[in-house]
């Protein structure tokens, strides 16, 4: 493994784990290796990551580490990697650090000199934007639009932007969030991500009116991903 000159041999090594989204069989082989070989796994779910270890036959200790111990946690968890222990941060599903605590940890674990190492998998905005037939050779990832403070600035702030955007929501604000978008951003082509590599897996490719349309008309469930075409120029 590479390490940098300031990062100390001595010390455990973070391991940013990728684990799937949904089907179960997108973890990595490296993945399940290297959940089995560390000393711990932080999980931001530890009953989720307990089923996910479970399937795949993995014995292994679990360390919760989520949004609400996060600052209790990551210095515990940082004098184990300081101790010499290595440790898997998981989250939820997907890329730990992708619009979740992760982040933190990671952050710490630098700033102690601690090496910090990707071991890849899915992501939930790679995943949507693979399959939206939007541009993709340049995009912005926009995470969480804001639920109330700041809200408006965001979508304000993309308006202009002319790379695909890739928005995250949840069931209950997809209406809302549609809704101000088009309000602000005019109508657009949209690639409204459901449920990717789960049972109910879906895709709807239209106009951000059309999806409205659509959504008004059933019980929203799951998880979603909007993946929007960026500024053009031209009336979509
Ligand atoms: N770290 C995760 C990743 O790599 O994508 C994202 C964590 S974030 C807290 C959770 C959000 O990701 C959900 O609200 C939804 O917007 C999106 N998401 C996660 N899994 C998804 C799936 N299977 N289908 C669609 N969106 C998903």
Redesign the pocket.
């Known amino acids: 493994m590479h390490r940098n000159a300031l990062q100390k041999v001595n010390y455990g090594v973070l391991y940013v784990v990728?684990t799937p989204?949904?089907n179960l069989e997108d973890i990595s082989f490296r993945a399940i290796r290297i959940l089995k070989d560390v000393d711990w796994i932080a999980a931001e779910d530890t009953r989720r990551t307990q089923q996910l270890l479970k399937h795949f036959g993995i014995q292994n200790r679990l360390e919760s580490y989520h949004d609400h111990n996060k600052e209790i946690k990551a210095p515990i968890l940082i004098r184990r990697l300081i101790s010499g222990q290595d440790i898997a941060v998981v989250?939820?599903?997907?890329?730990?650090?992708?619009?979740?605590p992760a982040y933190r940890l990671i952050r710490e674990a630098l700033s102690e000199n601690i090496s910090v190492v990707p071991v890849p998998g899915?992501?939930?905005?790679i995943?949507?934007v693979s399959v939206s037939g939007l541009p993709t050779d340049r995009f912005v990832f926009e995470g969480?639009i804001p639920v109330k403070k700041g809200r408006k600035s965001r979508i304000k702030s993309i308006k202009d932007e002319s790379r695909t955007l890739i928005v995250?929501?949840?069931p209950h604000r997809l209406l809302k969030t549609l809704r101000d978008l088009q309000s602000v951003l005019g109508d657009r082509p949209v690639a409204v991500?459901?449920?990717?590599?789960?049972k109910f897996e879906e895709v709807i490719h239209g106009t951000i009116s059309e999806s409205i349309e659509i959504f008004s008309n059933r019980k929203i469930r799951?998880?979603?991903?909007l993946v929007i075409h960026g500024k053009t120029g031209k009336k979509a």
């Open positions: 990728g989204i949904g989250s939820d599903a997907g890329t730990p650090g992708i619009s979740d899915p992501t939930a905005a995943a949507a969480f995250y929501e949840s991500c459901r449920e990717l590599t789960k799951g998880e979603f991903v």
